[in-house]
């Protein structure tokens, strides 16, 4: 469970009120990437993975893709339909279930593993979280570090986890969502 963050407002916001078309966020900038795939038709996306990434877009590789960016003005850019499979988990396993990149959405944050992060960020990780729950039934959120132990280390100790549980909480949609335990330390 997430704890309220006390220095959070006492009411809840009402959320950025951002619209879907299918699983493209009208509100993101929209610059497709060829790198996705079908998700099992099965999947039922219940985990959004947090990466940091300090490549350019566009330069990801070409076998490597996630829906979301989130640059340091907390601009939203979209390269991937939520309802498709993108490639940004790799081998992974978290909530008991592996490959991660079947049923998660990914969200690159622009920054260097282990330095820390905008506060335009976490406000657009605030957003866009509430925006995809309206979506989608995600009941956890996750950085690769923790679904990818020991291979992947982003998006790192810079980033504020309890932050990030203190904006969340404060909104129905992903008050309930369960977040690492601790940094760097997956569930068990
Ligand atoms: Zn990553």
């Known amino acids: 469970m997430a704890k309220p963050?006390?220095?959070?407002?006492?009411t809840t916001t009402m959320g950025p009120a951002w619209t879907w078309q299918g699983g493209w966020l009208q509100q993101a900038r929209h610059l497709p990437s060829p790198?996705?795939?079908?998700?099992?038709?099965?999947?039922?996306v219940d985990l959004?993975?947090?990466?940091?990434?300090?490549?350019?877009?566009?330069?990801?590789?070409?076998?490597?893709?996630a829906h979301f960016f989130v640059t340091r003005l907390g601009e939203v850019w979209q390269f991937v339909d939520c309802?498709?499979?993108a490639w940004h988990a790799g081998a992974s396993s978290w909530r008991g279930k592996d490959r991660c990149n079947d049923d998660s959405i990914g969200i690159e944050l622009e920054g260097l593993e282990?330095?820390?992060?905008?506060?335009?960020?976490?406000?657009?990780?605030?957003?866009?979280?509430?925006?995809?729950?309206?979506?989608?039934?995600?009941?956890?959120?996750?950085?690769?570090e923790h679904i990818a132990p020991g291979r992947k280390r982003d998006p790192g100790p810079?980033?504020?986890?309890?932050?990030?549980?203190?904006?969340?909480?404060?909104?129905?949609?992903?008050?309930?969502?369960q977040l690492p335990p601790r940094a760097g330390q997956p569930s068990t």
Do not use: K, M
């Open 114 to 144: 282990g330095l820390p992060f905008e506060s335009a960020q976490y406000a657009a990780l605030e957003n866009l979280c509430e925006a995809i729950a309206a979506r989608y039934p995600v009941a956890h959120l996750a950085g690769h």
């Open 48 to 65: 959004v993975v947090v990466h940091s990434i300090s490549l350019p877009p566009g330069e990801y590789g070409l076998e490597v893709s």
């Open 5 to 10: 963050d006390p220095q959070a407002p006492a």
């Open 35 to 44: 790198n996705f795939g079908e998700r099992p038709a099965q999947a039922l």
């Open 158 to 177: 810079g980033f504020d986890w309890p932050r990030l549980r203190g904006l969340l909480s404060r909104h129905q949609a992903t008050a309930n969502w």
């Open 83 to 85: 309802d498709a499979r």
